[in-house]
């Protein structure tokens, strides 16, 4: 009998300088609109989400009509610049205590959040710098929050791999791999932390980075 997992994979984020700009190329790849995202308040950031059946897209970028804050952002988004990218992915589970000594070094302290009617644990580290520049994934517990994709619109679209390239391969590779039990996450050895989330739509592949 295959042991439940303890983690599995959520979604990923795309940071941004410009949220409506970023969402208006996408929808033209992936030729499907996004829904609505919202703001997180308590660090200056708004959102858009698609839907990729049971994960989502994650686009996220510092709101210009938010109210300066004392704290870092989350994703790293006080130091991000340049073009659009993936910046990191996040996995759920329903204990993170339980797995923080475990897992990867400092992954960041649990925060509960909230947007609209959602309410979730996440992690967030100090100084908002992602865990081993984001190849390694957050940590979110939905609690008995409804999960976003059941919310959001059914386009037919799935994530058929999402790649992690970092030179942290091999070891994060093994010890993920002890717990997610998905064969789309794969690790591969590069000198630059980069992703690729390989998306089938109905008119296509499409490739996101």
Same mark, same amino acid.
């Given at each position: 009998? /295959? ?37 997180? /308040? ?16 994650? &686009? ?55 947007? *609209? ?6 992690? &967030? ?34 994530? *058929?791999? =999402? ?14 791999? /002890? ?7 794969? =690790? ?22």
């Amino acid at each position: 009998m /295959k042991t439940k997992p303890e983690i599995n994979f959520d979604h990923f984020a795309i940071a941004t300088v410009d949220l409506d700009d970023t969402v208006t190329n996408l929808e033209k790849k992936l030729k499907y609109p996004f829904s609505n995202g919202g703001e997180h /308040k308590i660090f200056g950031t708004h959102n858009r989400l698609f839907r990729l059946d049971e994960v989502y897209l994650e &686009v996220i970028a510092i709101n210009p009509l938010a109210t300066p804050l004392q704290q870092p952002r989350w994703f790293e988004l006080d130091n991000f610049s340049g073009e659009p990218r993936i910046v990191t992915w996040i996995a759920n589970t329903t204990n993170i205590l339980s797995l923080l000594p475990n897992i990867w070094a400092k992954p960041g302290e649990i925060q509960r959040l909230s947007r *609209d009617n959602l309410e979730w644990d996440f992690t &967030v580290p100090d100084k908002g710098k992602m865990p081993l520049e984001g190849a390694a994934p957050a940590l979110i517990n939905w609690g008995s929050t409804r999960h976003p994709t059941l919310s959001l619109s059914d386009n037919g679209c799935r994530v *058929d791999r =999402f790649v992690v390239n970092t030179p942290f391969a091999e070891d994060l590779g093994s010890i993920i791999n /002890k717990i997610l039990f998905d064969e789309r996450i794969q =690790f591969k050895f590069s000198q630059q932390i980069s992703f690729e989330a390989h998306i089938a739509t109905p008119s296509g592949k499409v490739i996101l980075k």
